[in-house]
């Protein structure tokens, strides 16, 4: 079964700097998306971006970036000049090619600091 | 396009009482989704439709729960009777095939007193 694991349950930072969250998962398919999911405090759940894995070059929408290490099953969300609008709780997601269903971590918790 | 629509917003309810929570898909989405939402398990996956048929309902919690999806364009979550345990918030989402995207619905959140 597919594990995906989000070490930092919260994180801050000021606004218009830049923060990455990290996101490990545990898989033993070779092909298969990844997905960093936004939860505003009104509470729907919103895609930022999306890789896959057969994709080396690493997947960008904005100023959300991804840095994606197949290797080291590792799957890190960077923000760049954050905005008061992205405090939120992001949840990193696995979906294998096969599978209808997604893993999600636990979330983090970002909080951006006028 | 209207998103996945769910119904009610809240939910109140005292313990052993019916709850039903309903969703809309997107329309041509042929994959539909019911999770759930609390602070301590994080968001779990109940059951999962595709094209009206329910694929995994391993996560359905116990008997007191069911889900139905009577056609492409409407799917109910019963508990039945409720408990405070129940108390989450409860999203839909669905997706046109299966390596996309989910598209949630704004969930409910459900209160059993």
């Not at chain 2, 996945?4 to 809309?24: D, F, Y």
């Not at chain 2, 069911?66 to 997706?95: G, H, W």
Request: net charge neutral; proline share 5%; hydrophobic share 30%.
């Amino acid at each position: 079964a597919q594990t995906v694991t989000q070490s930092q349950p919260e994180m801050s930072v000021q606004e218009a700097e830049t923060v990455t969250l990290s996101c490990t998962y545990d898989t033993s398919e070779n092909n298969y998306y990844l997905f960093w999911y936004k939860q505003p405090p009104s509470r729907q759940m919103i895609l930022v971006i999306r890789q896959e894995a057969y994709k080396q070059q690493n997947a960008t929408e904005n100023r959300f970036s991804v840095n994606f290490q197949k290797a080291a099953k590792s799957f890190s969300l960077k923000i760049s000049d954050s905005q008061l609008g992205d405090t939120a709780m992001y949840f990193c997601a696995f979906k294998g090619t096969n599978a209808g269903k997604s893993t999600f971590g636990d979330g983090t918790t970002l909080t951006v600091k006028p | 396009d209207a998103g996945v629509i769910q119904s009610p917003r809240h939910e109140v309810t005292e313990m052993g009482q019916e709850v039903t929570l309903r969703c809309k898909p997107i329309s041509g989405h042929d994959y539909l989704f019911w999770y759930r939402q609390t602070m301590m398990r994080g968001l779990e996956l109940l059951i999962y439709f595709n094209n009206n048929v329910p694929i995994d309902d391993s996560g359905m919690p116990e008997d007191r729960f069911s889900a139905k999806m009577p056609n492409a364009s409407f799917s109910t979550l019963k508990i039945q009777p409720s408990e405070p345990r129940d108390s989450a918030v409860y999203f839909c989402a669905s997706s046109r095939g299966r390596p996309v995207a989910l598209h949630f619905g704004n969930g409910t959140r459900l209160t059993v007193t």
